[in-house]
């Protein structure tokens, strides 16, 4: 009798570890897998931020160190010998997550099968130049380039505008891409995000990275609103208010807004050019986020399809606090707005639907 209950905990045991080894065999062949590429179309390839931009998704920057891609540039005929020369350099760098390289002047091409479309191809706005001055030339790219994606672009596809007016651009690209989601539609705000964390953690002497939580509002323009209201820091006592810790109201709600406002036209001024690796990274950062997800506890801004969240009109690409998980952005609810706050958004807005009309006004 006690060698049966033996030999059964003996049977027990043995069974328990074939099942323990298959399951570990099962995990581990899974991890093992190689994963299938995703192609990036970067439209404006040849251009000063699809120079800086292509690099950084070919070495993992935007989709994460172990992710293979597959990069498709597109530019105009003007700019095929440039963009032929990218792409030498491209097989030049030997980047090992880079598995293949479209460069073409053609968009259907550009766009066959993308997972996600990086749209920086257009007109750069020049000294002096509002970004509503550049609208005129790319409304129109926008809404070419809008059926190329619609037809051609695999159908979960991801866009992030670029090219300004950013905002504009997104509008129009949704409104003649009408079977693309308006969830996939998004424009770069994060750039401007970036600044505020930059200017926070300049004026308190922290690391970047210990601030968080800034909120840019609305149009990537010059009505822009950046609000720290909500923003914290890190701190060796934990994590505090940053408008506490400025402790400078003044500064809070006039040089810091205009600063971050019109970051993008002090460095036309000082490099006569626009900003071009700041942006690069940035869009890194904003898909990135979007498709691997935001840190639990922080949140991001992303120009997204509007759904009336805090009184902002829906139908404009607007930017949100957002927060981001399994490939779906969703707009933080329930912050509290002060009455300074709410009519800077409001200005915002307002810019955004004069541009809207603006912008159709070229397509009649
Ligand atoms: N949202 C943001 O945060 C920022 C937006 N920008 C905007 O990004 C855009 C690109 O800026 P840069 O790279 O500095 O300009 P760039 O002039 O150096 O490059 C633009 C490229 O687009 C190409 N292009 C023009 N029409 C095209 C079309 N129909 N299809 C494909 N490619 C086309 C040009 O040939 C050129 O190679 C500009 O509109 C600029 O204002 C710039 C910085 C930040
Ligand atoms: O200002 C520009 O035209 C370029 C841009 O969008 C920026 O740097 O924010």
């Known amino acids: ?7 059964e905990k003996i049977v027990v045991v043995l069974g328990c ?17 190689e994963k299938q590429p995703i192609k990036v179309l970067v439209t404006g390839a040849a251009g000063q931020i699809g120079y800086a931009l ?15 891609v597959i990069l498709h540039m597109l530019d105009i005929e003007p700019a095929a010998e440039a963009l032929k020369g990218v792409k030498m ?3 030049d760098a030997a980047f090992p997550l880079l598995e293949g390289v479209v460069a073409t002047t053609d968009v259907v091409e550009a766009c066959k099968g993308v997972n996600i479309a990086v749209m920086v191809g257009g007109f750069p706005r020049k000294e002096g130049m509002e970004r509503k ?23 979960d596809c991801k866009v992030l505008v670029v090219a300004n007016p950013a905002n504009t651009n997104a509008l129009i690209l949704k409104a003649f891409a009408p079977s693309i989601p308006e969830k996939n539609i998004t424009c770069l705000i994060r750039l401007d995000h970036n600044r505020a964390l930059g200017q926070i953690s300049e004026r308190l002497n922290v690391h970047v990275g210990d601030v968080k939580n800034v909120i840019i509002w609305g149009n990537h323009s010059s009505t822009q609103y950046p609000d720290v209201n909500h923003a914290t820091v890190n701190t060796s006592s934990g ?19 205009t600063t971050v406002q019109q970051r993008g036209a002090a460095i036309i001024k000082a490099r006569k050019q ?16 979007w498709v691997l997800g935001t840190p639990k506890g922080t949140w991001v801004s992303m120009g997204v399809y509007s759904d009336g969240s805090y009184g902002i009109q829906p139908g ?6 957002v927060t981001c998980e399994k490939g779906e952005w969703s707009i933080v609810q329930g912050l509290r707005i002060d009455e300074f706050s709410k009519a800077k958004m409001d200005a915002t807005a307002k810019e955004l639907m004069e541009e809207k009309a603006l912008a159709y006004s070229f397509l009649n």
């Open 239 to 257: 994590q505090k208010s940053a408008r506490e810790l400025v402790a400078d109201d003044q500064w809070l709600n006039t040089e810091f807004i």
């Open 1 to 7: 009798m006690e060698n049966w209950v033996l030999v």
């Open 17 to 33: 570890l074939y099942l323990s080894w298959k399951i570990i065999r099962y995990i581990w062949s899974f991890s093992n897998i």
């Open 133 to 155: 001055d550049v609208m005129s030339k790319n409304v129109s790219i926008y809404k070419a380039q809008a059926s190329a994606l619609e037809q051609h672009a695999a159908p």
């Open 54 to 68: 292509v690099p950084m998704i070919a070495r993992g920057a935007m989709l994460g160190p172990d992710q293979p």
């Open 316 to 321: 404009l690409i607007y930017s949100f606090p």
């Open 89 to 91: 350099e491209l097989i």
């Open 274 to 289: 626009s900003s071009a690796l700041s942006a690069a990274s940035s869009a890194c950062d904003h898909i990135r986020d």
